[in-house]
């Protein structure tokens, strides 16, 4: 495995770091401040965002995460890492360069699934971003880290098919750009476990759509993109907006969550890396109890340990995108389980000790920590429990003794 960056990455990294300390970092205040001048958080998008999202795509610095040369930059899933990373660092820089999720995970699926017909419609304006989209998979009732268990229906009705459910922490459903959800529900009851579920593209303007309400995350709403829970009640769409084929649903799950889990993974370490360059700063920079807090014991301890674990998960997740780009994202399921185990656990770790050593500062708006923190704990969760990944890696190593 070689793990060196080609010239190319090399160059964009350069242009993505020069773009986020020039645009992005100094204006994350003015977004949410023009988000809370609105009537209401949800009403529209800061125009601070549409401006920075013009100047990416003027720098060609967009859709970084599309592997496919003919819709993104030609990337390999190793090379868009280090790029994933830096845009990690603010939670408002993935959106900038059109990388963020649920839209990325969602045009990976049409891009692989999808029609022509439904690549028109959708993929085109999502590539674009002149829309956004929701991914609608998790239940309120049922246990949906075991997708089997979804319970929504998804039923055919001549030239339509009728949906039937309740879903709820759909990403971006609250954002008034989002037009289309992909839903997960069951068409076939008598299938085999694993072909029972279908994927069905809903517009979200679709009668019998609701938003309940949205669901904030550790008091953050994540406005205007935020979860919500949505009804799907007597949904009517046709039935060409099926995705892939029927029973493919539980397929096309596993087949998305490989590229999204490693994507949270690689902007996660941007998070750590940030949050360690904010520790380093301030300890430097305050006295207490006679010495520079740098000078106190513990504070070199965080220090150290904090690099020493950003160091272990980049490498374990470039390891995992190397495996990805050569093997395939099926036998690379062991290091991908892995990754999402630690990556999200590292950050935690890191961003503590970063907030501790800011003191209230750590725990105010005034830095991004707080904000990152309560981000990189919902990811020990999304996507995947840490034990159901935990439990698919001792299942994989077991049976390489059985």
Known sequence: MDFSYSQKVK???????????????????????????????????????EELKQKAKAEGIWNLFLPESEFGAGLTNQE???????????????????????DTGNMEVIVRYGTDRQKEQWLRPLLAGEIRSCFSMTEPAVASADATNIEARIERDGDEYVINGRKWWSSGAGDPRCKIAIVMGKTDLSANRHEQQSMILVPLDSPGVKIERMLPVFGYDHAPHGHGEITYENVRVPAENILWGVGKGFAIAQGRLGPGRIHH??????????????LCKRV??????????????????WIADSRIEIEQARLLTLKAAYMMDTVGNKEAKAEIAMIKVVAPSMALRVLDRAIQALGAAGVSNDFTLAAQWANARTLRLADGPDEVHRAQVAKLELKKYQ
């Open 11 to 49: 160059e964009l990294q350069g242009k993505l770091t020069a773009f986020m300390e020039a645009n992005v970092y100094p204006n994350e205040r003015i977004y949410e401040q023009q988000l809370n001048e609105q009537e209401s958080r949800w009403s529209d998008v800061p125009p601070i965002m």
């Open 265 to 278: 993974c690689m902007r996660l370490i941007g998070a750590a890396e940030r949050a360690l360059e904010e």
């Open 284 to 301: 430097q920079s305050r006295t207490a109890f006679g010495k520079p807090l740098a000078r106190q014991g513990v504070i070199g301890e």
């Open 80 to 102: 868009y890492a280090p790029l994933c990373e830096i845009m990690g660092r603010s939670l408002i820089g993935p959106e900038v360069f059109n990388c963020s999720a649920p």
